[in-house]
């Protein structure tokens, strides 16, 4: 083999994309390329993503994202929102548009006591019965929207983030609830570092990511393949890594513990050099555009103490190896028939397990499955 051929297949060498994107990237600069709109991308079916999105619990705004008395538009799942927080304190959230003459009620639109009221005729809606419930100029409701006419979203508020439960089928609801983090709300914890990414992809090769053991030596440059013990639940999932981490006084053992429950909810538990719990919000809006903010919270004796510097650093590492996958992320397509290797994960065993989350179309054969089920 020639000298050209071994430099280009060194495992030594960054990958070409991910050196050329990232090298020169810093400060603001590096903030505003997580976020930045990728021009030229090509269209959702052509990369087999048009397959809708998996069913569970999203964490979509962080809970200070709406003050009561507050009325905000969010959009995901393709589809624009009304959220706004009662005077009661409860967040609730519509499909956006007015049944009457189709204002957007999250722009402009006002709280009256716990109902939304649209910013055009004041028509005024229920969060939990989808019904409008006053029109202050008409003696009566029409009997259309006396009943249900508009989408209600089952809410809820953990770890301090606000959570929509998804499905295709609006009259389906949750099927297993968000797991409460304690360190979320230890005083002894630190107020939350959060950072934050657009993702033109899909959830489900993001989750994949995290069983696709061989990439980490190539994209991310460890030393070797780590090993994990993985754990499949019901509705969770998770992986265990033990591994010996480097400090300025020596190896120690460390502990990388992840845990998912749903295609929405992930966390990951960091023990060994610092204390650490990352709160991943995995939050689609279309198709192939994800949010995707990763919040951090250590104890404050470590975070504030001798060793903030190790803490930070190990902070600095994790949003590293996310700005490395987005690269790859950004511009790759679902490929519903893989050719595995040995050494690859098991990467047919997730995708056959992580078909749960999609809801069989009504007609379907049973063992018949969509393309991005499709376990190759």
Request: hydrophobic share 40%; proline share 7%.
């Amino acid at each position: 083999m020639s000298n050209i051929d071994r430099s280009a297949t060194d495992a030594r060498t960054p990958p070409v994309a991910v050196w050329a994107l990232l090298e020169k990237l810093r400060g603001q600069e590096l903030v505003d390329w997580r976020i930045a709109p990728m021009e030229g991308r090509v269209s959702v079916a052509e990369r087999n993503m048009d397959v809708g999105f998996p069913f569970g619990w999203y964490a979509v705004e962080m809970a200070d994202f709406v003050a009561a008395g507050q009325v905000k538009p969010i959009r995901y799942f393709g589809m624009d929102m009304a959220m706004w927080r009662g005077e009661d304190g409860q967040v609730r959230v519509i499909d956006a548009y007015c049944k009457h003459l189709g204002a957007h009620m999250g722009v402009g639109g006002k709280v009256h006591g716990n109902l939304l009221e649209c910013p055009f005729h004041a028509w005024r809606y229920d969060g939990e019965e989808g019904v409008v419930k006053d029109i202050p100029y008409s003696k009566a409701i029409p009997p259309q929207v006396k009943r249900k006419c508009t989408r209600t979203w089952a809410v809820t508020e953990a770890n301090g983030w606000i959570w929509l439960w998804y499905h295709p089928d609006a009259n389906v609801g949750p099927m297993w609830e968000v797991v409460h983090h304690p360190e979320a709300s230890n005083p002894d914890w630190t107020a939350y570092e959060t950072h934050e990414w657009v993702i033109y992809g899909s959830i489900q090769n993001m989750a994949e990511n995290g069983v696709d053991v061989a990439h980490f030596k190539y994209i991310h440059g460890t030393a070797n393949v780590p090993a994990a013990e993985l754990r499949w639940g019901d509705w969770g999932r998770g992986a265990d890594v033990k591994a010996r981490m480097g400090t300025p006084t020596g190896e120690v053992d460390g502990l990388i513990s992840y845990d998912t429950m749903g295609p929405g909810q992930s966390w990951t538990r960091f023990t060994g050099i610092s204390e650490t719990l990352l709160v991943a919000s995995l939050a689609p809006v279309e198709e192939d555009v994800l949010r995707v903010r990763y919040s951090f919270t250590q104890p404050k004796s470590q975070a504030e103490g001798p060793g903030a510097g190790l803490a930070k650093a190990l902070i600095r590492d994790i949003c590293k190896q996310l700005d490395q996958d987005k690269v790859i992320w950004d511009r790759m397509k679902f490929e519903p028939n893989p050719i595995i290797c040995d050494g690859d994960g098991p990467i047919p065993q997730f995708r056959s397990w992580y078909s749960r989350y999609y809801a069989k179309p009504e007609g379907t054969p049973d063992g018949e499955v969509t393309k991005l089920r499709s376990v190759g």
